[in-house]
């Protein structure tokens, strides 16, 4: 007990050596609870860092460090078995646990033994050292120490001093010192020397075994005040007072029970007083008027002692007349208790390594991120050229956007913005010179399902009817102004005036319009128009909505030559050299390429890192085999991972404790905005919760709530370093096309899940500098690319064709 720490767990390693065989399983490998019942300081289940020794050990150089660490070296020290350590706990935890298998209301240990102490059950959200808000956990208090801040000089005696003072760690666990059963006999001795010494016991006399330190045991107390069924005349006080080499008259025998009497009733009062405070804690934390409440008690005072429990429970009533408190006494808290701790903490270890290999699957390291940018810059190659563009998954489509903007822009362009059933109408005015600037101003307008769903013809009609709405608005009716069409449905183009519709998608059926200009439809349309006469409008330009970002950060930031949105879908585009564009003729200058990256991985580029979820994703998908890449980044589809995940999860009794709800099971029920909140450094666990909550899973847990974010979380950087592999092959692909050592460039970002989602971002740049490090990349966000980006490329197109005028 005061030798070394090394000499200590030695023995303790032997021990359980002896122990497993005996019974006949030193070959097995079982997962062991270590009770040990010292103050720790606790960071996980499985390591617990000894604060100070106290119940008379002091074996050196262990204090400050981890017990299971020292534990674990002295076994394999030895060599001869193996065990796995998966809980250290406290005896009173212990306690705590037995008692709470019998009676489910038991949320407080307590221990009176050799030492004292007590754990109970807190609010996460009162838990200041620990992540979480939600639900509760155990608290170990180390009681003993009450009274070591001064809290309790005014009632501590000369007795308590003086037991204090001579004990290995003066100054510490006064509580303790003042209840328990290492120091109660102590103090009854000290008394009795006292009182001696003064003439009022003994006749004045002491005896060497009275004058000996622990000489007078606790156990005599317990004997002395059990006195039923003794007569008084061969009192137990005689027998043990004449044992420690005294003579005591009947007086002395009275008097002596009386000191005993009155130290015991002390230690169960001061108990009883500290545990209803942790009873009024309890109830406050309930916010209820009346407590039902079980603790579970162990501890050779409480229970060998004839009047301790009686006395304890009946000041606990007195103090906390609104706690209805049964205590029960526990069977072997620290073996049985430990054993519980064991058994639960293992078959949690057990699920949490099984749900870690699931979700491994959708952790990148850096050489899977490297090979993905290298199978892209391979797949932008086949798209760029003649010969393999056919067959290419990445399309690389020429815009025949030519330039970014310079700045000498300037004019009033109409934009319009085709995208859904919303559709926007802008007039952007664009001033150049000392009074550079973009002033827009647009108005929003709906359409109709059976426009979306009926005729061509009717779709533009509805079109023109809304942009003769907007210029009469705007005052401007009978303008004849340049225009730019954002058209965000999949188009082939062969000039920048032009757009087939390849085919609708987004919910859109209109008929005659596949395989047709929609410059052409819109411009027949305004011919056929009864205000026809009130506008004119020269189509200049058909445009991505990503073509539209890159531009219009291109007007704040002439380095930007790469448009990157990350929202609903996602798409990239840069300025390629025309030398490698070989789908047009030319070999002069730069010309915008529509990546259509989303396709990339449908023919088996991703193969190897796709797993189970994103397949379950593709297989319900619209056009299941299409679209890979974006299936696994973006906003559309990362929502359906994580929801796939959780049903697989709660499927294997991972999660929700097995409890599926139905409303999980719905496609689409888990929206991608749920991630960004869940997800949010400023979200609590219970606000977590309220989102599972509206999802059917009402009975949720803390830990459920700390898992569902983890899923999150790892689905989403996923997708960021997916897009951040992607970017860096297209800013690497620049800087080789340009021969440059380094690369200077800015890329225009737009989409709701990279404005919108608290860490994608940052994941993306910190994918993107690992893996393009000769590329200085600067990221901004684009203002209304699909509107001010379709102005803006119609005004630079206007300027190239006067500029050859």
């Known amino acids: 007990m005061r030798g070394s720490g090394t000499e200590l767990f030695n023995h303790i390693a032997e021990c359980l050596a002896n122990f497993l065989e005996k019974l006949g399983i030193k070959d097995k490998k079982l997962p062991l609870g270590f009770t040990f019942s010292f103050p720790c300081q606790q960071t996980k289940l499985d390591e617990s860092i000894l604060v100070c020794w106290t119940k008379g050990f002091k074996a050196s150089g262990v204090e400050g460090r981890d017990v299971v660490g020292l534990l674990r070296k002295a076994i394999k020290n030895r060599g001869d078995f193996d065990i796995d350590i998966v809980a250290v706990i406290n005896d009173t935890v212990g306690t705590m646990m037995t008692c709470g298998y019998d009676d489910h209301h038991c949320e407080i240990g307590l221990i009176i033994g050799t030492g004292t102490n007590a754990c109970y059950m807190e609010e996460m959200r009162h838990l200041e050292l620990v992540d979480g808000d939600e639900g509760r956990m155990c608290v170990n208090m180390e009681w003993g120490a009450f009274g070591d801040d001064g809290a309790l000089d005014d009632i501590r005696t000369e007795f308590d001093r003086e037991i204090d003072a001579g004990s290995l760690n003066p100054g510490k666990q006064l509580f303790e010192k003042m209840i328990s059963g290492m120091y109660m006999g102590e103090l009854v001795r000290l008394i009795l020397v006292k009182m001696a010494k003064d003439g009022l016991l003994f006749q004045g006399h002491t005896t060497p075994d009275l004058l000996t330190t622990g000489h007078f045991q606790t156990s005599f107390i317990s004997a002395i005040e059990n006195n039923k069924s003794v007569p008084f005349c061969a009192c137990v006080a005689e027998q043990i007072l004449r044992g420690l080499g005294l003579d005591p008259s009947p007086e002395d025998c009275v008097a002596t029970q009386r000191v005993c009497q009155i130290v015991s009733t002390r230690a169960a009062h001061l108990c009883a007083a500290s545990l209803a405070a942790v009873l009024r804690q309890i109830r406050d934390n309930k916010a209820t008027d009346r407590l039902r409440t079980t603790v579970g008690v162990d501890g050779s005072v409480y229970k060998n002692h004839p009047q301790f429990a009686r006395r304890l429970n009946k000041m606990v009533r007195l103090l906390v007349p609104d706690c209805d408190v049964r205590f029960l006494r526990s069977e072997d808290g620290s073996g049985k208790g430990a054993a519980m701790v064991t058994a639960v903490a293992y078959r949690l270890a057990k699920q949490h390594a099984e749900r870690q290999r699931i979700l491994d699957s959708l952790r990148l390291d850096r050489d899977q991120l490297l090979e993905v940018k290298r199978r892209m810059e391979e ?427």
């Not at 550079?436 to 005729?455: A, C, F, L, W």
Request: proline share 2%; glycine share 10%.
């Open 379 to 805: 797949e932008m190659k086949r798209g760029l050229a003649k010969n393999t563009h056919a067959a290419a998954a990445v399309k690389m489509l020429p815009t025949f956007v030519r330039s970014t903007p310079d700045g000498t822009e300037r004019g009033d362009f109409l934009a319009l913005d085709l995208g859904g059933t919303n559709f926007r109408v802008l007039l952007v005015r664009v001033r150049s010179g000392k009074r550079r600037s973009v002033e827009m101003h647009n108005k929003i307008y709906t359409i109709p399902q059976d426009i979306t769903q009926g005729t061509g013809d009717e779709l533009f009609d509805h079109i023109v009817h809304c942009i003769a709405d907007f210029l009469e608005y705007m005052g401007m009716k009978g303008a004849s102004l340049p225009l730019g069409f954002t058209f965000s449905f999949p188009c082939h183009q062969t000039r920048l005036d032009q757009g087939i519709l390849i085919k609708w998608t987004k919910g859109f059926k209109a008929s005659g319009c596949e395989g047709e200009d929609v410059a052409t439809l819109l411009k027949d349309a305004i011919h056929r128009s009864e205000v026809s006469t009130a506008f004119d409008l020269d189509v200049v330009a058909v445009v991505n909505d990503t073509v539209g970002t890159m531009m219009s950060c291109g007007y704040e930031d002439p380095q930007c030559e790469v448009g990157l949105i990350v929202g609903t879908g996602t798409n990239a585009c840069y300025m390629e050299e025309m030398s490698n564009v070989e789908l047009v003729d030319g070999d002069e200058g730069r010309m915008c390429v529509n990546m259509e990256w989303g396709a990339f991985g449908d023919q088996g580029e991703l193969e190897d890192i796709c797993t189970e979820f994103d397949r379950a994703v593709d297989d319900q998908s619209t056009y299941p085999g299409k679209q890979r890449y974006e299936k696994m980044i973006s906003g559309m589809y990362l929502g359906e991972i994580v929801r796939n995940v959780l049903l697989d999860f709660t499927a294997k009794g991972l999660l929700f404790r097995g409890k599926l709800s139905e409303r999980l099971k719905s496609r689409g029920i888990f929206e991608t905005k749920f991630l960004s909140q869940i997800e949010s450094d400023r979200l609590a666990l219970r606000q977590v919760r309220s989102i599972l909550q509206h999802l059917g899973l009402i009975s949720s847990t803390c830990d459920d709530s700390i898992l569902v974010k983890e899923v999150c979380s790892v689905v989403s950087k996923r997708a960021a370093q997916l897009c951040g592999a992607g970017l860096a092959a297209v800013v690497d692909k620049i800087r080789l096309n340009r021969g440059l050592e380094k690369l200077s460039i800015t890329v225009g970002v737009d989409g709701t899940l990279y404005k919108l989602h608290p860490h994608f971002s940052t994941i993306m740049r910190e994918t993107l500098r690992d893996l393009a490090p000769d590329c200085e990349v600067t990221l901004i966000q684009s203002e209304d690319g699909s509107g001010k980006g379709a102005a803006l490329i119609t005004a630079v197109a206007c300027r190239l064709r006067d500029a050859r005028k």
